[in-house]
């Protein structure tokens, strides 16, 4: 597994992280037991998998906590999140899933802890009534580092981590990760939060790499067929079967999902790439994707040039479990 510093935290993790929300959720979602998601823990830690990343709200930390009791916990960095309330983020709210996550986790820290799914609007009062709280529970040593993530669905432009990521506290980073979208579709990051998470050493997880759209032909083809209808890429490329399918030869990728791991892996300013599976085969394969050389610098070119322009495809999120 190939590793990279992440930010400026001090943590060297392995550029494949394993997400534990999304469709899959371990397998869970699918009917899969929580004995076989333990073990496909196990197996992604012997694979060189090292960050593992997961919330209350995906209803996986239980299962996290159980694989963690088999492991050393100097061996793994477990990322988790907190989620707003009914009624919004509150302080409150905030530090009762903190403290839910370290027992049901079974950790004494937590490594990076993550303010989830920030819309732009509910950042004034993350920042002014829930950090302040989060900074003095750092303090006790419940977490190391403090993250927040993005709504991708609900903020497709990427308003609130252009804002977020500038904020600095003592003349740092008020946040020392960032969890985002970007894949091939959806190119914002390289204008909105690359050139913020690189200048201020904010580590960088992404997300929605390929979420479905493309390991999916059935997904993949009517939403080139809508962009192709209302004028934002060319109409030939509605016409055809299988649109992307440019970049899958000898010298390139092996199939869609290959290519678009590949491709966020080498955007610069990428560190971790995250991605979530089901199954063993799966996970070797994703794995085997993110360590790969970069596409070649024609298709990544013809990717920029075709669809750079775009925001929020691709950006389905799964049901709650």
């Known amino acids: 597994m190939q590793q990279v510093e992440l930010g400026r935290t001090g943590l060297r993790v392995g550029v494949a992280?394993?997400?534990?929300?999304?469709?899959?959720?371990?397998?869970?979602?699918?009917?899969?037991?929580?004995?076989?998601?333990?073990?496909?823990?196990?197996?992604?830690?012997?694979?060189?998998?090292?960050?593992?990343?997961?919330?209350?709200?995906y209803g996986t930390e239980p299962v996290v906590g159980r694989a963690l009791a088999e492991l050393r916990r100097e061996d793994v960095v477990i990322a988790t999140k907190a989620s707003a309330g009914p009624e919004g983020f509150s302080a409150e709210t905030v530090l009762a899933s903190l403290e839910n996550s370290l027992r049901v986790l079974g950790t004494d820290h937590i490594d990076m802890f993550q303010v989830h799914a920030v819309a732009p609007a509910q950042y004034d009062t993350v920042r002014d009534r829930v950090v302040p709280a989060l900074l003095r529970a750092r303090e006790q040593g419940k977490f190391r580092f403090l993250g927040i993530t993005e709504t991708s669905p609900r903020d497709p432009e990427q308003h609130m981590l252009h804002r977020a990521l500038a904020e600095t506290i003592d003349g740092k980073p008020l946040w020392q990760t960032a969890m985002f979208a970007f894949h091939m579709l959806h190119q914002a990051a390289r204008?909105?939060?690359?050139?913020?998470?690189?200048?201020?050493?904010?580590?960088?997880?992404?997300?929605?790499?390929?979420?479905?759209?493309?390991?999916?032909?059935?997904?993949?083809?009517?939403?080139?067929?809508?962009?192709?209808?209302?004028?934002?890429?060319?109409?030939?490329?509605?016409?055809?079967?299988?649109?992307?399918?440019f970049l899958i030869h000898a010298a390139g990728a092996d199939s869609l999902t290959d290519a678009a791991y590949r491709y966020a892996r080498h955007e610069p300013g990428a560190e971790v790439i995250l991605f979530g599976t089901g199954s063993a085969a799966h996970l070797r394969a994703n794995i085997a994707s993110i360590n790969a050389p970069p596409l070649p610098a024609a298709d990544r070119a013809l990717l920029a040039r075709l669809f750079s322009h775009l925001r929020g495809v691709g950006l389905k999120a799964p049901p709650a479990p």
């Not at 999304?22 to 012997?46: K, N, P």
């Not at 390991?215 to 060319?234: H, K, N, Q, T, V």
Request: neutral net charge; aromatic residues 4%; proline residues 4%.
């Open 17 to 57: 992280g394993l997400g534990c929300g999304g469709f899959s959720r371990l397998g869970l979602s699918q009917g899969g037991s929580e004995a076989a998601a333990v073990a496909l823990i196990r197996t992604a830690i012997d694979l060189g998998v090292t960050l593992i990343d997961t919330a209350a709200i």
């Open 191 to 245: 204008a909105q939060v690359f050139p913020l998470t690189r200048a201020h050493g904010i580590g960088s997880l992404l997300m929605f790499v390929v979420r479905g759209i493309f390991a999916s032909p059935a997904r993949l083809a009517p939403a080139i067929a809508d962009l192709a209808s209302r004028g934002l890429i060319p109409a030939e490329l509605g016409t055809r079967e299988n649109a992307l399918d």
